[in-house]
């Protein structure tokens, strides 16, 4: 971690030595030979050595302070000026922010639309911290480090820990396209954009499809800037190959990289070299193996939150083959979350609809706005019986979503699992993973369909487990990762199309991108079929890592000893070695978060 990383620590009395020493206290912590004297521009500020801030539009006492490789502190500066607080909605890109605003003794935190840079940050007595990375908040006197049982219980689920959770009691994480305001000791948190909901504006398939291109171009140049190298990890799939087809397109030399081992399943070599061979990239391969016990400690000490995503292993593991290639490395997630690409969605949708779900809640808003018009016991029935339908209808919705994406889903499973000390500790207002996405489904209610099914994996699944995921393994590369998918014009164009440009019933999905990109790709890519990227975790388990596994899992100095019954672990151990049932995903879920724990 180098001296120009996003952090800082203010007090409300403005003490000019106390937050320095604060800071530079844990700043050692980090790397000891970068434990220079912060910087002091303003009372009561720190910033770590190398940090940038201006003084904020010539306002006496005001700063701000900005991490953005497309965004200038200029500019920045004078969106507030103009807009107030709602500033960031004029940003594009990637960014974190600090503002302090003399005028009314103010401190204004945001991040960027998907969190492509993390804002975490901590209150304590007299003062507020801030950072990219939780657990160097987690060290501030007065901060709770403890582990945060709501944090562990949607992580099992999820696989990631939503915001505004960390593993940290006392550090929280700001949600995507937010801003916490800060004035004297009391915090407000709000959405500065939130992704549309609603079709439209397009009068014919091909002037839409020409729409898509130019924005897909637009954000692809965007990403590139002034950079003439780019790198992009391949599997012959429609997203990672449009990306890479349109930075060539736009002028920049791109090694491709494709991953894989021996075995059909886990094999995207030969769609690899097809892409390779129609854009003419710098194309190379890489075989990754089991890993190692070195390996995924490695890999685990790397992450600020848990990663329960398998994919991440392999990707970490190439990320030391792609060193020196490039600055910028380009990742085609988001295409999924715009152009419906996910299975899971189309089940959904079609659950919903044949569960009437539509009819059912137009019936319901007309009876909620139909008021003293309608008899009492009338409304009141219609009501009862409507909400008590779709109440099941949102809970099947999601029980769809984490069949595909999570593991423990049910609350019998965890309870099965953890210790009755640890459900006790949740206490009795904890919203579960089920419960989250069930109120996104809600609180849609009226609007798309399918705009409705897709914000879990836009908002949540995105800048919540896959950005992480990448920004770990670009920085192990050296370089930064951008997703072009998820310029915040394109998404808004993307959420305007009508379903069945992206999902035609009997046709392939995210149908309008593939059309789109037919001029740049060979057809055996732009029709071929949708394939995640998956690994064989469940071999690993029973073989390179199954020493590691018992000997941390299953050891009396388990760090998950608290959470979870040991007897329980076992049980799924051994079921899954015998072949009795395959519980790959549930076993890298806890696996993942004891490794995470023993390297903090």
């Not at 500020?45 to 190398?50: S, V």
């Not at 940090?51 to 490789?69: F, R």
């Not at 391969?285 to 600020?304: F, T, V």
């Amino acid at each position: 971690m180098g001296p120009n990383y996003f952090a800082g620590i203010y007090l409300f009395n403005k003490n000019r030595v106390r937050p320095a020493k604060l800071l530079r206290d844990i700043l050692s912590r980090e790397d000891k030979t970068k434990a220079a004297v912060p910087l002091s521009p303003a009372p009561g500020l720190a910033l770590p050595p190398g940090s940038s801030i201006l003084n904020s539009a010539g306002k006496s006492g005001s700063w701000l302070q900005l991490e953005s490789p497309d965004v200038s502190a200029k500019d920045a500066a004078a969106f507030y000026q103009k807009l107030g607080s709602a500033f960031p909605s004029a940003l594009r890109g990637q960014f974190a922010l600090v503002m302090y605003d003399a005028d009314n003794n103010s401190i204004l935190l945001g991040t960027d639309r998907f969190s492509e840079i993390p804002v975490f940050y901590a209150v304590f007595s007299g003062g507020i911290a801030w950072a990219s990375d939780p657990a160097m908040l987690s060290r501030l006197p007065g901060v709770d480090a403890g582990t945060d049982p709501r944090a562990v219980d949607l992580y099992l689920t999820m696989r990631y820990i939503p915001s505004p959770f960390t593993m940290y009691k006392g550090v929280r994480k700001l949600p995507p396209a937010s801003v916490l305001t800060l004035r004297g000791e009391k915090i407000s948190i709000s959405a500065y954009w939130t992704p549309p909901m609603k079709e439209g504006r397009f009068s014919s398939f091909n002037e839409a499809s020409e729409a898509v291109h130019s924005a897909l171009v637009d954000a692809t140049r965007h990403r590139l800037g002034k950079e003439k190298q780019a790198a992009a990890m391949v599997s012959g799939g429609i997203d990672s190959s449009s990306v890479s087809a349109l930075a060539i397109h736009c002028g920049a030399d791109v090694n491709t990289f494709t991953l894989g081992v021996e075995g059909k399943e886990w094999d995207f070599f030969g769609p690899g070299r097809t892409l390779a061979r129609a854009i003419r990239s710098h194309h190379h391969e890489i075989y990754y193996g089991e890993p190692g016990e070195k390996d995924i400690l490695e890999m685990s000490a790397a992450y600020g939150e848990p990663q329960a995503d398998q994919c991440a292993f392999p990707l970490w593991k190439a990320a030391q083959q792609m060193k020196g290639v490039a600055n910028v490395m380009f990742s085609g997630d988001g295409g999924d979350e715009n152009f419906a690409g996910y299975g899971r969605v189309r089940q959904m949708i079609n659950m919903a609809r044949e569960q009437k779900a539509p009819e059912m809640e137009l019936l319901l808003a007309k009876a909620q706005a139909a008021g003293s018009r309608l008899p009492s016991y009338m409304a009141d029935k219609i009501r009862n019986t409507t909400d008590k339908r779709l109440k099941l209808i949102y809970s099947e919705l999601s029980r769809i979503y984490f069949c595909d994406t999570g593991d423990f889903y049910l609350k019998q499973e965890r309870r099965e699992l953890c210790r009755p000390e640890f459900h006790a500790s949740l206490g009795t207002q904890h919203e579960t993973a089920s419960g989250l996405i069930q109120k996104i489904i809600k609180d849609t209610a009226g609007q798309d369909w399918l705009n409705r099914l897709t914000l879990p994996d836009l908002c949540a699944f995105h800048p919540e487990c896959t950005v992480p995921r990448l920004r770990a393994t670009a920085a192990r590369a050296g370089m930064r990762v951008v997703f072009p998918y998820m310029d915040h014009n394109l998404v808004e164009l993307a959420r305007s199309l009508p379903e069945k440009w992206k999902l035609p019933g009997l046709g392939n999905c995210k149908f309008i991108l593939r059309k789109t990109m037919e001029r740049h790709l060979p057809r055996q890519i732009t029709a071929a079929k949708q394939r995640g990227f998956s690994v064989p975790a469940g071999l690993w388990i029973k073989g390179s890592l199954n020493k590691l596994f018992r000997d941390s899992m299953l050891s009396s100095d388990a760090r998950t000893a608290h959470i979870f019954k040991r007897k329980a672990v076992e049980k799924l151990f051994l079921e899954h070695l015998t072949g009795e049932k395959d519980h790959n995903g549930r076993l890298w879920n806890l696996f993942m978060l004891e490794l995470w724990m023993r390297t903090r």
